[in-house]
């Protein structure tokens, strides 16, 4: 079975300074990764994943994450954060063979002040 | 696309009373997922369906709560009766294909039980 586990249940930054939300998984098979991000009265939307290859991958908007197999890590980063960041992220894991199950971490909550 | 359809977007009901919330997934998606959100235990699997199949229910907390799928374009869940700790956000995806492909989240339905 996997676990995922997300040490920051809350992140409060300034606007246009960096972040990192971290995720550690758990995991006895080889696994993708994924990051979620749920914005307020919202369900959640595929941000970025990493199914093979190059272990740093890129969102669209600025966000990166990269793909640690001896630290079991998958952590998120953004160089400049803006208000419209402000959202929960959940970071989520699911094997390689056979399941489409995700299991998700308990999720940050980014908060960007001005 | 339309993306997924959750309907009712807001449930408020009595202890003991049956609920039923409903899913439409994205046309062409072969699996289809329940998920609860609380702020306890945080996004849990409930339970998914391929082919319209039920393949996984090991999360459906108890006999209570139900679900099926009909078609490939409807789902439900239903809780029957509910009780106070069922209130929570719960939400449909849908995804095509094998192996971790997005899954793509409905909007949610919040249910309230009092």
């Known amino acids: 079975a996997q676990s995922v586990t997300q040490l920051d249940s809350q992140v409060p930054v300034f606007e246009e300074a960096p972040v990192e939300l971290r995720c550690n998984y758990s995991?006895?098979?080889?696994?993708?990764l994924f990051w979620y991000v749920q914005y307020p009265n919202q369900g959640l939307q595929l941000l970025l994943k990493?199914?093979?290859?190059?272990?740093l991958v890129e969102s669209i908007n600025g966000f990166e994450a990269e793909f640690n197999k001896s630290q079991t890590s998958f952590h998120l980063r953004k160089p400049s954060v803006h208000i419209s960041d402000t959202a929960e992220y959940f970071c989520?894991?699911?094997?390689?063979?056979?399941?489409?199950?995700?299991?998700f971490g308990q999720g940050t909550r980014l908060t960007i002040n001005p | 696309d339309a993306g997924v359809i959750q309907s009712p977007r807001h449930e408020v009901t009595e202890m003991g009373q049956e609920v039923t919330l409903r899913c439409k997934p994205i046309?062409?998606?072969?699996?289809l997922f329940w998920y609860r959100q609380t702020m306890m235990r945080g996004l849990e699997l409930l339970i998914y369906f391929n082919n319209n199949v039920p393949i996984d229910d090991s999360g459906m907390p108890e006999d209570r709560f139900s679900a099926k799928m009909p078609n490939a374009s409807f789902s439900t869940l239903k809780i029957q009766p509910s009780e106070p700790r069922d209130s929570a956000v719960y939400f449909c995806?849908?995804?095509?294909?094998?192996?971790?492909?997005?899954?793509?989240f409905g909007p949610g339905t919040r249910l309230t039980v009092t």
């Open positions: 995991s006895s098979v080889s696994v993708y």
């Open positions: 995806a849908s995804s095509s294909g094998p192996l971790a492909n997005e899954q793509y």
């Open positions: 990493y199914l093979s290859g190059s272990t």
């Open positions: 046309s062409g998606h072969d699996y």
């Open positions: 989520a894991v699911s094997e390689v063979q056979g399941a489409q199950k995700l299991v």
